[in-house]
T-cell receptor, first 126, second 111 residues
């Protein structure tokens, strides 16, 4: 089945530093990737939708200058948490949409796509 | 905002019993999906049920969908200790092109 990887799996950083998290689709092309954050014992909250070759679409309340997203290729999206603070400590999870055909056909209806989730990145800001 | 509501929030049963979790949503959907998450780990996709389907099975899992009531249920039969996890429903709303997750049910299977 489709596999999505994330790197790093966990990171501890000092307040004020920036942290980059990578999300890769390993055996399929993903024109769309999604970034979520999850606080302990809570559900996933969508932060932004990342489209290859275009600007990300951020959900209401998510600061685009704080959480920089780059989707430079069909298999890689990155999330950079800039000037991280302790309140940014969370579990960040990406997902990638599999179009269902090699190369990611645009003829498939978006609603039939399956999302595959990465294993998550635990960010702790001291 | 999340559109999925799940109940119960937590469920604790004995191994071998069946576990039922419910999910309600608010808008029209293309499909509804169920995921499992072990503590501190990523999500595992369990089942996708489309809006024109009423029931779907996968091994010990049975999912129903009632679009008139905007609700879905996940039944795990003959539960095992390894089924202990959080279970989330997620809706692919019409026109939204994204998944919205419910609050989840924390399931504990006691040996």
């Amino acid at each position: 089945g489709a596999v999505v990887s994330q790197h790093p799996s966990r990171v501890i950083c000092k307040s004020g530093t920036s942290v980059k998290i990578e999300c890769r689709s390993l055996d399929f092309q993903a024109t769309t990737m999604f970034w979520y954050r999850q606080f302990p014992k809570q559900s996933l909250m969508l932060m932004a939708t990342s489209n290859e070759g275009s600007k990300a679409t951020y959900e209401q309340g998510v600061e685009k200058d704080k959480f920089l997203i780059n989707h430079a290729s069909l298999t890689l999206s990155t999330l950079t948490v800039t000037s991280a603070h302790p309140e940014d400590s969370s579990f960040y999870i990406c997902s990638a949409r599999d179009r269902g055909l090699a190369g990611g056909s645009m003829h498939f209806a978006l609603s039939t796509d399956t999302q595959y989730f990465g294993p998550g990145t635990r960010l702790t800001v001291l | 905002s999340q559109q999925g509501e799940e109940d119960p929030q937590a469920l604790s049963i004995q191994e071998g019993e069946n576990a039922t979790m419910n999910c309600s949503y608010k808008t029209s959907i293309n499909n509804l999906q169920w995921y499992r998450q072990n503590s501190g780990r990523g999500l595992v996709h369990l089942i996708l049920i489309r809006s024109n389907e009423r029931e779907k099975h996968s091994g010990r899992l049975r999912v129903t969908l009632d679009t008139s009531k905007k609700s879905s249920s996940l039944l795990i039969t003959a539960s095992r200790a390894a089924d202990t996890a959080s279970y989330f429903c997620a809706t692919d709303a019409q026109g939204a092109q994204k998944l919205v997750f419910g609050q989840g049910t924390r399931l504990t299977i006691n040996p």
